[in-house]
């Protein structure tokens, strides 16, 4: 991965309306390096994912907007290492907020509020260069993703990540339209992904069949385990399905079975019964 300095705006590939990659200063182990902040255009701009509440970054942005015009403030998704920057930025610049509210569900930034109920498909026109909403549920069920129509750029938030894979985390996310929305991209005309952690990604047809060929995997994985077991509770499943994984991971990996978990007793190949699951035997 490309080294960045946070705060600092760097350009993120040779297009002709210019996006600059403003990196956060949050990293973690579920971060990376920290959240990507993107700011497009010339004069009349967008700034996506403007991340926590951080006074620094928050001076970082407005340096980076300069005398221009910030229009739209873009998020992908509201939990907290993408969304709650928005609030200030908004206070500070007057733009206005697109994405989706808050779903009912654990860890959510509730403080989002747009301005406006946008849906899939919406265009954003800035004259110079206009912006696609695209709805991706499947991490969560607010998750957008945004179409820098002119460059083909699509930016992926935590749908798609560079190097690693996105958790996903029922019951609010599922892993059925995480798939669903990994297919939908593949039907899209797309030069390049800049996800929300990681760098920018030039051949996004092949990551989107690795993606979709992985978690088919993995759901493969779950299967053969149940087979080999019998039946399992999730806390020893989870040890076989992801004996792949490092142990700080571990958690993060249960809520990702779980949403496979799911998806197979929706689809009548696997069942539950109290607490343990197994196989239902057409499978």
């Known amino acids: 991965m490309s080294e960045f300095e946070p705060g600092q705006p760097t350009l993120v590939a040779k297009t ?3 996006v600059l990659r403003i990196l956060g200063r949050n990293p973690g182990p579920m971060t990376g390096p920290g959240t990507n902040s993107y700011l497009i255009g010339h004069e009349r701009l967008c700034l996506l994912d403007p991340g926590p509440v951080n006074d620094a ?16 403030i873009l998020v992908t998704h509201t939990h907290g290492d993408h969304s709650p920057g928005a609030i200030p930025l908004q206070k500070a610049t007057g733009a206005e907020l697109v994405g989706i509210p808050a779903p009912d569900a654990e860890g959510q930034d509730k403080s989002f509020s747009p301005d406006r109920l946008w849906q899939h498909d919406d265009i954003l026109d800035c004259g110079e260069y206009s912006i696609q909403l695209v709805h991706t549920p499947g991490h969560v069920s607010n998750h957008v993703c ?17 190097g690693t894979t996105s958790v996903i985390l ?3 996310g599922d892993m059925s339209d995480y798939l669903d929305s990994l297919r939908y991209l593949q039907s899209l005309d797309l030069t390049f992904f800049a996800p929300g952690h990681g760098d920018v ?8 069949k690795n993606l979709v060929a992985h978690r088919l ?5 779950v299967i053969n385990c149940l087979t080999k077991l019998g039946s399992s509770g999730i806390d020893s499943l989870v040890l076989s399905v992801y004996d ?3 142990q700080h991971l571990i958690p993060w990996a249960k809520r990702t079975l779980l949403a496979h978990l799911i998806k197979l007793e929706r ?4 069942v539950s019964e109290n607490e343990l699951y197994m196989l239902t035997q057409e499978e």
């Open 16 to 18: 002709t309306v210019p």
């Open 57 to 72: 970054q928050l001076d970082s942005f407005l340096e980076a907007i300069g005398n221009a015009r910030l229009e739209y």
């Open 146 to 162: 945004y179409l820098l129509e002119q460059e083909k750029l699509l930016f992926t938030g935590d749908h798609v990540l560079q």
């Open 170 to 172: 029922p019951p609010d």
């Open 201 to 208: 990604m030039d051949q996004p047809e092949k990551e989107l």
């Open 217 to 221: 995997r993995r759901e493969q994985k």
């Open 244 to 246: 792949d994984v490092a």
């Open 267 to 270: 689809e009548g190949r696997v």
